[in-house]
């Protein structure tokens, strides 16, 4: 069995981050298979009229059967958080919510 390559964050600044020399300028998912999506940030901008409150329908578009965490970036800034919805709808077992700024998990 092969492993994964682990995609690597070379950069960010605000609107912008680079992975393995590819520069995005919008928000995006890292699959599990090392793949770099553009994030729906429309699923959580329609229920809370932001994408910085991430919405239950966006969380489980991003959740893989395989994962065992998901990762969330929290903006340059620090603004993203969860919605209470997510956030009571977690297994209490599994239920970790390490937010910080991208530029400090780097």
Do not use: N, W
């Amino acid at each position: 069995m092969s492993k994964r390559k682990r995609p690597v964050i070379d950069d960010t600044s605000f609107g912008s981050i680079s992975v393995d020399g590819v520069p995005y300028d919008h928000d995006i998912i890292i699959t599990l298979e090392g793949k770099v999506k553009k994030r729906k940030k429309k699923l959580s901008k329609s229920v809370y009229g932001t994408s910085h409150t991430l919405s239950l329908p966006e969380i489980e578009y991003v959740y893989q059967e395989e994962a065992k965490a998901i990762i969330i970036g929290s903006g340059q800034y620090g603004v993203a958080r969860l919605s209470e919805e997510v956030y009571h709808s977690l297994p209490r077992e599994d239920a970790r919510f390490p937010f910080s700024p991208l530029l400090r998990r780097l």
